[in-house]
C-alpha cells in the first residue's frame, strides 16, 4: 500500500505526536509498505529518507502550549506537489484541525482520507470559531481516528461525527530490552520533557522537591528535555540544587536507559494531555509511574491500577506520594509488574494492525489519492 502522512508539527522539535508518526512510518515500512511522510522541517534538520520537508516552521499558540506551524502559500503548493507526485493509496492526516499541512492537505486533497485527532481540550473556544472554515475540510475525511476517549470527545463536542479510539503506539520491547545506567540508579526520581513549558508540570515537582529530598536524603531527580535549566532549580533551597541533574536533550536509546534505571518516573504534567506517551514508555521499561490525575493520565494507567495517581497541580500531594514509593520496594515492584503487563495493549503490533484495518476500510475499492482540482486557493478559503 502506498501511503502518505501528514505530521502538523516540526519534525526537528521533539514531540509525542512527531514520535507515534515516525514510529508508524517506520513500523509501517517494515511491513512492507511504501510511505511518505510530509512535514515541516528547518534546512538543516537532517531527515530520515522517508520524510519529505514542507520548508521551515513558525511558533504558533497552540493547545496551551506553542508549536511550530507550517502554513501559507507556498506551503500549499508543497503540499499539492508531494500528492500530485505520488498517487497514495491513502493519505493520513495528524491534527486536521490545526492551521499547518493537515488542513492544507484535507483542503487539496481527494480520496481516501484518514484523520488522528490527538488534542484534548473541552473549552477550545477557537475550534468553535473555526468551525466554518474547517467545515468544508473535515466533510472530506473518510475515516476518524482519535488517541483516547478525551480526544474523541473534543472532536465530537466541537465538530460534530465521531472516531474510533486508537491509541498511540510504543515499541515495548525497545523499553523493555534497555540496559539500566548504573550512574542513574539509586533512589532516583526521573522527569523527561520540555523544562520551560508550565503545562509539563516540572515548576510542580520542583514545589514538591525540597520535602521529598529533607525525607528521602539518598533521593535525587534526573531531568531529560531542553530549557534554562538554572531557572527551574531557582526555587530550590541552593543546598539542594545539585540533587538535580540536567541531562539535556537525550537520544532513543538514553531515553530507554534512563527509564529502565530510576525507581519512580514522575509526570507531574498539569493539563493539555489526550494521552500521555511517555507514560506507555516508562511502562514499557518498567518504571513505577507516579502520574497527576488528568483524566487521559488516569486511562493510561488503568485509572490507577498500573501506575499511582496525584492530585493535578498538588505539590504537597506529589510529595506524599513520591516519598512513600522510594521508601516502598514493595510497591514498586508490584507497579512495575502490573505496568509491563498492562503496556502490551499499546504496542505496535496490536496499535498498527488497527490502524491498517482503518486504512483497509476507506481503501477498498477506491481511486488513489489526487489533488482536488475544485479546491480553489488559500485566500478563498479563509475568506479573503
Given at each position: 500500500?502506498?501511503?502518505?502522512?501528514v505530521c502538523p508539527y516540526s519534525w526537528d522539535v521533539p514531540?509525542?505526536?512527531?514520535?507515534?508518526?515516525?514510529?508508524?512510518?517506520?513500523?509501517?515500512?517494515?511491513?512492507?509498505?511504501?510511505?511518505?511522510?510530509?512535514?515541516?522541517?528547518?534546512?538543516?534538520?537532517?531527515?530520515?529518507?522517508?520524510?519529505?520537508?514542507?520548508?521551515?516552521?513558525?511558533?504558533?499558540?497552540?493547545?496551551?502550549?506553542?508549536?511550530?506551524?507550517?502554513?501559507?502559500?507556498?506551503?500549499?503548493?508543497?503540499?499539492?506537489?508531494?500528492?500530485?507526485?505520488?498517487?497514495?493509496?491513502?493519505?493520513?492526516?495528524?491534527?486536521?484541525?490545526?492551521?499547518?499541512?493537515?488542513?492544507?492537505?484535507?483542503?487539496?486533497?481527494?480520496?481516501?482520507?484518514v484523520a488522528t485527532f490527538h488534542t484534548s481540550n473541552p473549552?477550545?473556544?477557537?475550534?468553535?470559531?473555526?468551525?466554518?472554515?474547517?467545515?468544508?475540510?473535515?466533510?472530506?475525511?473518510?475515516?476518524?481516528?482519535?488517541?483516547?476517549?478525551?480526544?474523541?470527545?473534543?472532536?465530537?463536542?466541537?465538530?460534530?461525527?465521531?472516531?474510533?479510539?486508537?491509541?498511540?503506539?510504543?515499541?515495548?520491547?525497545?523499553?523493555?530490552?534497555?540496559?539500566?545506567?548504573?550512574?542513574?540508579?539509586?533512589?532516583?526520581?526521573?522527569?523527561?520533557?520540555?523544562?520551560?513549558?508550565?503545562?509539563?508540570?516540572?515548576?510542580?515537582?520542583?514545589?514538591?522537591?525540597?520535602?521529598?529530598?529533607?525525607?528521602?536524603?539518598?533521593?535525587?531527580?534526573?531531568?531529560?528535555?531542553?530549557?534554562?535549566?538554572?531557572?527551574?532549580?531557582?526555587?530550590?533551597?541552593?543546598?539542594?540544587?545539585?540533587?538535580?541533574?540536567?541531562?539535556?536533550?537525550?537520544?532513543?536509546?538514553?531515553?530507554?536507559?534512563?527509564?529502565?534505571?530510576?525507581?519512580?518516573?514522575?509526570?507531574?504534567?498539569?493539563?493539555?494531555?489526550?494521552?500521555?506517551?511517555?507514560?506507555?514508555?516508562?511502562?514499557?521499561?518498567?518504571?513505577?509511574?507516579?502520574?497527576?490525575?488528568?483524566?487521559?493520565?488516569?486511562?493510561?494507567?488503568?485509572?490507577?491500577?498500573?501506575?499511582?495517581?496525584?492530585?493535578?497541580?498538588?505539590?504537597?500531594?506529589?510529595?506524599?506520594?513520591?516519598?512513600?514509593?522510594?521508601?516502598?520496594?514493595?510497591?514498586?515492584?508490584?507497579?512495575?509488574?502490573?505496568?509491563?503487563?498492562?503496556?502490551?495493549?499499546?504496542?505496535?503490533?496490536?496499535?498498527?494492525?488497527?490502524?491498517?484495518?482503518?486504512?483497509?476500510?476507506?481503501?477498498?475499492?477506491?481511486?488513489?489519492?489526487?489533488?482536488?482540482?475544485?479546491?480553489?486557493?488559500?485566500?478563498?478559503?479563509?475568506?479573503?
Open positions: 500500500m502506498r501511503i502518505g502522512i514531540g509525542g505526536v512527531q514520535f507515534h508518526i515516525r514510529d508508524l512510518a517506520e513500523h509501517l515500512i517494515r511491513l512492507g509498505h511504501e510511505v511518505s511522510v510530509l512535514a515541516p522541517a528547518d534546512d538543516e534538520t537532517p531527515l530520515p529518507p522517508y520524510v519529505v520537508s514542507a520548508g521551515r516552521a513558525v511558533p504558533v499558540p497552540y493547545n496551551g502550549s506553542v508549536a511550530r506551524l507550517n502554513f501559507g502559500f507556498l506551503s500549499a503548493a508543497r503540499v499539492r506537489r508531494w500528492l500530485h507526485d505520488n498517487a497514495f493509496d491513502v493519505v493520513h492526516i495528524h491534527e486536521p484541525t490545526s492551521p499547518s499541512l493537515g488542513l492544507l492537505t484535507c483542503w487539496a486533497a481527494q480520496g481516501p482520507i473549552r477550545s473556544r477557537a475550534m468553535i470559531a473555526a468551525y466554518p472554515i474547517l467545515q468544508p475540510a473535515l466533510e472530506k475525511i473518510s475515516a476518524r481516528i482519535a488517541v483516547s476517549e478525551y480526544a474523541r470527545r473534543t472532536l465530537v463536542e466541537h465538530l460534530g461525527g465521531d472516531a474510533v479510539v486508537i491509541p498511540n503506539g510504543v515499541d515495548v520491547d525497545f523499553f523493555a530490552r534497555a540496559e539500566p545506567k548504573k550512574e542513574w540508579q539509586g533512589e532516583t526520581l526521573g522527569f523527561i520533557g520540555r523544562i520551560d513549558e508550565p503545562r509539563k508540570g516540572l515548576p510542580v515537582l520542583m514545589k514538591a522537591l525540597p520535602r521529598i529530598l529533607t525525607e528521602r536524603p539518598g533521593a535525587r531527580l534526573l531531568v531529560a528535555g531542553r530549557g534554562d535549566e538554572e531557572e527551574a532549580v531557582a526555587s530550590l533551597p541552593r543546598e539542594m540544587r545539585s540533587r538535580v541533574e540536567f541531562l539535556g536533550m537525550v537520544s532513543d536509546e538514553d531515553k530507554a536507559r534512563l527509564l529502565r534505571s530510576v525507581d519512580v518516573y514522575v509526570a507531574p504534567n498539569t493539563g493539555g494531555e489526550s494521552f500521555g506517551i511517555i507514560l506507555v514508555e516508562a511502562m514499557s521499561a518498567g518504571a513505577p509511574v507516579l502520574a497527576a490525575d488528568l483524566d487521559a493520565f488516569a486511562q493510561v494507567l488503568d485509572q490507577g491500577g498500573a501506575g499511582e495517581l496525584f492530585a493535578n497541580e498538588d505539590a504537597d500531594a506529589l510529595a506524599d506520594a513520591a516519598i512513600r514509593l522510594l521508601g516502598d520496594e514493595e510497591r514498586r515492584e508490584e507497579l512495575s509488574t502490573r505496568g509491563s503487563a498492562h503496556v502490551r495493549r499499546f504496542d505496535w503490533s496490536t496499535v498498527g494492525a488497527d490502524v491498517l484495518a482503518v486504512y483497509e476500510t476507506v481503501t477498498d475499492g477506491a481511486a488513489a489519492v489526487d489533488t482536488d482540482e475544485r479546491a480553489g486557493g488559500l485566500r478563498a478559503r479563509l475568506g479573503l
